[in-house]
């Protein structure tokens, strides 16, 4: 199909499965796609439908019958937790994404996207990331179980491609944040991290903030309302084996991500830097040359991004994953 498929507006009406419709980036997307007029959107709670469980996902989709689908589910977290638990990131995931991967490929979905992580490519990769590098290097340490299961499902779906000729695709996002983060200490990314810190610093008159690493790496942050447009973009304007970078095409350091969040949050004390603790990759800016040829472009800007996400989090501070 792959060989003469063309992509187009998708049937508003036919049935779409969006795993991980809970989470950051599967909320985002839901949002999205409502926005858009999808009325058939189909999502289950991991109480609902344990995606590890294969049993379970087969039977989900042998009842449900999806066209389309987004596999925006994972187990995701930041530093720490992926450098103590690298067993459960990688098991997890790739049980998720085989389960999943295997039942639609049996339930013959049409249109499937698959959305890994900018972790996937070499720690000192040259900058900024092209699609091309991926396995062309090592990767970071401090993630690399993560990275390894999201390797495997972009290869997964072109080994799809390549034997039964389905137009799936891949989708790589660099680090994303907004409504419905994870802002626990122990799991969350740099930016809900810092939101946190620096808010949590503000109301109990904190002097000083002290973050992980030197500040220098440069990391480079999407708004998941900009990935979920991007991601409908791609579903309905690309077709291709290669995994497509999504992303601002933008990076900053961390200090500077850090003087913004204190500033938005009104933070005034000190800022200090533990450089004890690893600082992670040194830089990470993907090239999304393919993304805007395709004619995407991201529209919410980092401070703009930040204020909203800091509203937000401050009306669900007492509900938010902590």
Known sequence: MSDTFVPQRLDRATPFYIAGHRGLVGSAIWRQLVAKGFDNLIGRSSSEVDLRDRDAVFGFFATEKPRNVVLAAAKVGGIMANNTYPVDFLSENMRIQLNVLDAALEHGVERLLFLGSSCIYPKLAPQPIKEEYLLTGHLEPTNDAYAIAKIAGILHIQAVRRQYGLPWISAMPTNLYGQGDNFSPQGSHVLPALIRRYDEARRE???????????????????????????????????????????????????????????????????????????????????ITMLRESGWEPSIGLREGIASTIAWYRDHVNVVRS
């Open 205 to 287: 008159g904190t002097e000083a903030v002290t973050n992980w690493g030197t500040g220098s790496p440069r990391r480079e942050f999407l708004h998941v309302d900009d990935m979920a447009s991007a991601c409908l973009h791609l579903l309905e304007n690309y077709d291709g084996p290669d995994q497509v970078n999504v992303g601002t095409g933008r990076d900053s350091t961390i200090k500077e991500v850090a003087q913004i969040v204190a500033e938005e949050v009104g933070y005034t004390g000190r800022i200090e830097w533990d450089t004890s603790k690893p600082d992670g990759t040194p830089r990470k800016l993907l090239d």
